[in-house]
Each structure stands twice: as C-alpha cells, then as structure tokens.
C-alpha cells in the first residue's frame, strides 16, 4: 500500500511539472510574439523622400487633401487643384521597439507648406477657384471750359464719387501666387458719380503781362512803407497768383464792411475781392468761408489758401505769414501766425 500510495503522489507531481512548463512555453511565445511582432503605419514621401508617418491611410488622406487646398479660399468656389510631384502614401511595419514619431495633420501640411516656397519648391501646387467680392468703381473727372475763372485755374464743382460692383472673378495661382484672373461677371450695386473740374480760360493782363510785378510762377515782391513783401514759391502756380494778387494791395486802408482792394476792405471783404478777380464767389463773412474749399493741414498751408481764425480771415503767402485786412490801424498788410493771439481754426484750400 505505501508503494502504490508513493506512485500516485510521484505521478501527480509530474503531470504538474508538465502543465507548470506547457503554460511557461505558452507565456513565452506570447511574450515574444508582441516584443517582436511588426506594426502598420503609413509613409507619406515626395519623390522617394520621407515626408512624415502616420498610424492610419485616413490620416495620410486627410493630410493630403489639406496640402492640396493649402492655397484655397474659404469663400472660393469651382476650386480645382494639381499637384507635383505627388505625395505617395506607403504602407509599412516597423518593430514595435523601433516604432517612427507620427505626425499630426497640422504639422505634415506645415512641413509640405515649406516645400512651396523659394525659386525651385520642392511642390508646386496650382489652384483654380472662383471668388466673388465687392469692388470699388472709380468716378470719372469731367472737364468743363469756364471764363469765369482766370486761366490755368481749376475748381472742383462736383467731387466725385466711387461706385460700387459685386465681381466674380476666376484665380489662377501657383504656390499661393497669382499667375492669371479672368472675370467670370459683374453686377453694378452703385453707379459711380463723376468728378467734375471747370478750367478757366479767361486771360488776366495784370497776372499774365511779363512786365507785371505779379506775374504768374515768379516770386512776387512789393515794397510798401518802407518795407518788402513776396509770396513764398512753395505750392501751385494758382495758389501763387493769388498771393501775388493780394500782395498789391498792401499798405491801403481798413475799412469795416468794405469789399474794395484799393478805397479799403475789412478781413472777409478783402479775401472775398481777392478770390472775385479769380473766378471764386465767397460770402462777406469770416465765419462762412471757413466752409468753402477743402481742409488741409497748417502744415501743409501752401500760398493762396484761407487762413481761418475765429473772427478773422487772410490768404496764405508762406513761410508762417498771412496778407490781410487786419485792423483800422494797420490796414491791409503781411503778419506771421498768431499776431492776434488767436489760433487757427482751418486752413482752406479752393485751387488745387
């Protein structure tokens, strides 16, 4: 009995140790398989270079069609794109211990991006698409003949203004750069308004006469009490003119409600005389020629402009100076900036 009982026990042991090493065997395999089974991911290459991985042929996809339509407008239609070279999409496995970095979709269509760029790229993608936009149309300038205004002047009756068209237009670029546009329509959402300019064609013998002091283009000078008065050359030939003009009538009198450059004027008076002999109606009021012409800056105050104070009014003959009607005491004459101690309001131009 204690034989056979020896026999079982040994023949228990062994069918464990059997089992015990089976399962080992099983475990191993395993173990080996995944250390050193192999693992799909997708090759993304440009003419046989690397360009990055990815772990799925739908992300390879999808990082492609973003490449393509790198240069595709959001609001773009009929798009249509080539590529060279292609981009080839390879399957392959690599060991599991020498698995590639992936790549996300944002940083493949950077990298592909750098390769469009500089005189040789390495990609040349060309982009057709239509895109449709509003533009501006721009006004046409009429000009019209008046004997109104002195010769070689020029005023702005109606200032013009831009139209507006829907355009759709077809886009033709490499690489982001257009190559060709062709315009597939156009619709007029608002007609344009012409620019009109009158040019004056009527002589003036005072200004035109070569023998005149103020003579057109040249510096004019006027020697009045004693004292040498010209007109800057800075600024147009009109502008110039009519500085000249007023200058010759420095040293008469001041007179309150007057509008005579020789028996006497008050500010506005003068001015508005001034400009009459131009072609140029202003009202009698200081106030109100402040409003005519265009503003421009007392920086860029060039000879013949108003030079607006409140309450006051002179023509600009540069160099910080103004002729003028300036009081009962002084008559008309030539001052710097600021005699008064009032600032300017505006500086106004009514000739270009």
Known sequence: MGFLKRFKIEKHVAEC??????????????????????????????CGRPLAVTATKEDAEIAI??????????????????MEPEIVVTQKTYDKDHAPVLSGTGSIVKRAAKMTVGERPALRIRTTQTVTSKKKVPFRVV?????????????????????????SEEIVSV???????????????????DRVVLVGIKRDTRVDD???????????????????????????????????????????????????????????????????????????????????????????AQPGDLVCFYG????????????????????????KFGYNGKPILTVRRLFR
Not at 17 to 46: C, D, G, I, Q, T
Not at 143 to 162: E, F, N, P
Not at 315 to 332: C, Q, W
Request: a positive charge; one cysteine or more; glycine letters at 10%.
């Open 175 to 193: 690489n982001g750069k257009t190559v060709g546009v062709t315009v597939v329509s156009e619709k007029v959402l608002k007609k344009a308004k």
């Open 210 to 300: 070569p023998d005149s002091e103020g003579s057109a283009g040249k510096a004019f000078k006027v020697r009045k009490n004693g004292k040498t008065y010209k007109a800057s050359m800075s600024g147009s030939e009109m502008g110039r003119r009519i500085a000249n003009y007023a200058l010759q009538f420095v040293g008469n009198p001041y007179v309150y409600g007057g509008a005579s450059l020789t028996k006497g004027a008050d500010c506005s008076g003068f001015t508005m005389a001034v400009y009459k002999h131009f072609g140029v109606e202003l009202p009698h009021d200081a106030g109100a020629q402040r409003n005519y012409g265009k503003a421009v800056s007392v920086k860029n």
């Open 17 to 46: 140790l059997f089992v015990l090493a089976a399962v080992s065997l099983v475990l191993f395999a395993e173990l080996s398989h995944e250390a050193y089974a192999e693992v799909e991911y997708w090759e993304l290459s440009v």
């Open 312 to 335: 006051h009014v002179g023509i600009y003959i540069g160099n910080k100076r103004i002729v003028h009607a300036m009081d009962a005491a002084h008559g008309i004459t030539v001052s």
């Open 65 to 82: 069609d973003k490449i393509e339509h790198y240069f595709t407008r959001d609001d773009s239609d009929n798009v249509s794109v080539t």
């Open 143 to 167: 000009r019209q003949s008046t004997g109104k205004l002195i010769k070689g002047a020029t005023r702005v009756t109606v200032k013009g203004k831009k139209g507006l068209k829907r355009v």
